[in-house]
């Protein structure tokens, strides 16, 4: 393997979003911070309801999928095509908008810790338009492997070969063929793996400090890998917790208005149209 090294640390920036959530912008904050075929990604992390309890009351979205990863906590799902979807701890909702949806996420809890991710994924244009799609998967159906060292990968989406496992996630494939995995390092554990050569590649640090190649990513951090087909991570005694995220890039233009990701400025303006006439999906 020729190992990825970080091009660039994209420190996570303090917002808010829906009716109020207070949350960490590790990704997109900037049209410039985007990364093929990655678009944002939130991380919300608190104990004080506060901060989650106004959720993201319902909301449209055109031209790309959204992948919510809950690691504590309860939140529901409900949407204009009678989707409805409890996101329990450790679970997970692929939600593809396609050519549209109104959704809400509301937390189903008034108390306690609420800690998760979304993700932004990019749709070609040849399939910004198809009919939407929802998924539940709930924890029980997303493989986890404990390594020699202690190292526990658990792999969301995509393949990922390593030491004598070959772990595939319930989401493979498609146009972006994502790759998505939670990793945790125990002080002076290490884990390596190949990814494709042809994929983007971030790595969101959550908790603790990683390493990639010795090199430090800080907490709350992304890191932008440069080219290879390989990543190596590692932990200090402390240990740490990442997000591997990484996908095809698709090479089109993107044009974003609010919840909308289209190719042109006019595709933009016929989504708010649709929307506006209640005719979106």
């Known amino acids: ?3 990825r090294t ?3 640390l994209v420190p996570a920036i303090d917002t808010q979003d829906g009716a109020g959530v207070r949350l960490r912008r590790a990704l997109g904050a900037r049209p410039d911070q985007r990364l093929d075929p990655l678009l944002m990604l939130d991380a919300f992390s608190s104990d004080d309801p506060n901060d989650y309890i106004a959720g993201f009351p319902a909301h449209p979205h055109r031209g790309f999928e959204t992948v919510t990863y809950i690691l504590d ?3 529901l799902h409900e949407d204009h095509l009678g989707n409805r979807g409890d996101l329990m701890a450790g679970g997970v909702q692929w939600m593809t908008a396609g050519r549209g949806i109104i959704h809400s996420e509301m937390p189903q809890q008034t108390a306690g810790r609420l800690r998760g991710f979304q993700l932004w994924l990019n749709l070609p244009a040849g399939e910004k338009m198809k ?4 998924r539940d998967i709930p924890d029980a159906e997303i493989p986890a492997v404990t390594l020699t060292g202690g190292a526990v990968v658990k792999v969301i989406a995509g393949r990922v070969h390593l030491e004598a496992h070959e772990i595939e996630g319930p989401i493979v494939g498609g146009s972006t063929d994502p790759l998505y995995v939670d990793v945790s ?3 002076g554990s290490s884990v390596a793996f190949p990814v ?3 994929h983007n590649v971030l790595i969101y640090v959550f908790e603790g400090a990683v390493k990639l190649n010795g090199s430090a990513i800080p907490n709350a951090t992304s890191a932008i890998l440069g080219a290879g087909d390989g990543i190596e991570l590692s932990a200090d005694a402390g240990g740490g917790r990442c997000l591997v995220i990484a996908g095809k890039p698709l090479n089109e233009p993107v044009v974003q208005h609010g919840p909308f990701v289209m190719n042109t400025r006019a595709e933009i303006e016929q989504a708010m149209r649709d929307y506006q006439s209640g005719h979106l999906a």
């Open 1 to 3: 393997m020729k190992p």
């Open 196 to 198: 494709p050569a042809s």
């Open 73 to 75: 906590g309860h939140m």
């Open 131 to 134: 009919p939407a799609n929802y």
């Open 185 to 187: 390092l125990t002080g």
């Open 6 to 8: 970080i091009a660039q």
